[in-house]
């Protein structure tokens, strides 16, 4: 497969109209029978081994487990081994090392961010292959596939709401205190340096970040950089990628001076750069902090807190007239080392079932990548959150190379905590580039 074609492709998500058609639900067909396989006499089911992020045996994961009981109820030849792997950066590591090690891996719950590099490496199944997939592919908005994959005719992953839902980027804000501190949610960044005096006043900052758990620094990128770079993020990545832009070119540069002005001005919380994300979350939940940046992802940590809750978008940098948040989610994935290949199929056509995931919609009130789930949503903040899909992108850090991003959310820690400055953390980004291009692992050569 061509890298070229891999990025170029793949890289550009279909805005406005297509994103927003995620939000306009109409209901969910009646799920199709499937009759299971007889299973002879004293023969022990298939199993097929999952590598997730998340334990299934969680009570928040309860909706999950049971459609994995009512899979195995009307298949009793198959038995499901869902094991649970770190949700964070070290995912990556620790589902590699199992499959180098040689134990039996079939499915993968995989995150965007690593989907590029895992094809790369010739980790992952081509779901294409197979026409039992066809209507289910059919039921996805297309912007998701072409976010994780080279192009519509070969997808690696399903992004379904049983793998995760779809989430996209804003700023949630505490209503209460902003009022208290007499100010209204910020439109720009100025409006957070605005903020800065008034909130002290209180006992508060602006907002806080959990730069501690270094997988979260990109997101601070991604905020940024797209309004630096002329509302073009997707093609100003292309080409840095490419090399015809350099990682500690000016725009970077910006970029990482943007980041470091935000402690430095008081907007950003102190001690953010050592924070984890639960410790953000409890600072904004204590009222300390006005605000988060994050995504639908956290809202089940932020309800129920007690706090006045909103969600806003992006806070515009310099001139820029739009934010571009970012959509993420995770699909299910067949290992190219299964050897069950076939039995996988027929677990991703049964949680691929719109019935399926609109039940899951319905109880976990979190968007899917299936438009027509979405009517069940009826949470008050999801709805809130919901516009901000329409201007949604792939997040960058899906197209850089997973050495360049290690080396970005550890220069951009750097940057919040202060000890280091624009120019070497951009030259730092650049150098990893550079060693990637001579070891033949960039992805353009």
């Known amino acids: 497969m061509s890298r070229r074609a891999l990025l170029q492709r793949g890289a550009l998500l279909a805005g406005g109209a297509a994103l927003a058609s995620v939000l306009q639900g109409c209901g969910a067909v009646l799920p199709t029978t499937n009759a299971p396989p007889a299973v002879s006499s004293g023969s022990a089911p298939t199993k097929l081994v999952l590598l997730d992020g998340a334990n299934i045996d969680a009570p928040d994961m309860a909706p999950r487990k049971q459609v994995v009981t009512d899979f195995m109820a009307g298949n009793p030849d198959v038995k499901m081994d869902f094991r649970a792997l770190p949700s964070n950066i070290q995912w990556d590591r620790v589902a590699r090392t199992t499959i180098l090690s040689g134990e039996q891996v079939d499915l993968v719950n995989i995150n965007g961010q690593f989907i590029r590099a895992w094809v790369r490496d010739g980790l992952l199944n081509d779901l294409s292959r197979d026409a039992q997939l066809t209507p289910a592919f059919g039921n996805v908005d297309p912007s998701f596939l072409s976010a994780q994959s080279d192009d519509a005719k070969h997808s690696f992953a399903l992004p379904i709401t049983h793998a995760s839902p779809v989430h996209v980027t804003a700023f949630f804000y505490n209503k209460g205190l902003l009022d208290k501190a007499g100010l209204q949610a910020p439109k720009t960044l100025d409006d957070m340096q605005a903020m800065v005096q008034p909130l002290k006043s209180v006992g508060a900052v602006p907002f806080v970040h959990p730069s501690g758990d270094v997988g979260w620094n990109p997101l601070l990128v991604c905020w940024i950089q797209p309004m630096l770079v002329n509302n073009q993020p997707m093609e100003f990545t292309l080409r840095t990628l490419k090399g015809e832009v350099n990682y500690n070119g000016p725009e970077w540069i910006r970029t990482f001076e943007t980041i470091a002005n935000l402690t430095k001005n008081g907007v950003l919380g102190a001690g953010s750069g050592a924070l984890s994300v639960d410790g953000a979350y409890q600072l904004f939940n204590q009222g300390k902090a006005a605000m988060l940046y994050t995504g639908s992802w956290s809202l089940p940590a932020l309800a129920g807190s007690g706090i006045e809750l909103h969600a806003t978008g992006l806070p515009l940098v310099g001139t820029a007239q739009k934010a571009h948040p970012i959509i993420a989610f995770n699909g299910y994935a067949i290992a190219e080392v299964s050897s069950n290949k076939d039995t996988a199929l027929r677990w991703l056509k049964y949680v691929a079932d719109p019935a399926v995931d609109a039940q899951l919609v319905e109880k976990l009130q979190a968007f899917s990548p299936m438009p027509a789930s979405n009517s069940a949503i ?32 550890n220069q951009v820690q750097g940057l919040v905590k202060g000890d280091t400055q624009p120019q070497a953390a951009a030259d730092a980004v650049q150098a990893r580039a550079d060693a990637l291009r001579r070891e033949g692992r960039s992805y353009y050569k």
Do not use: M, S
């Open 378 to 409: 009826k949470d008050p903040i999801a709805r809130e959150v919901a516009p901000w899909f329409a201007d949604g992108i792939v997040p960058l850090d899906w197209l850089w190379e997973p050495e360049v991003t290690t080396e970005i959310q």
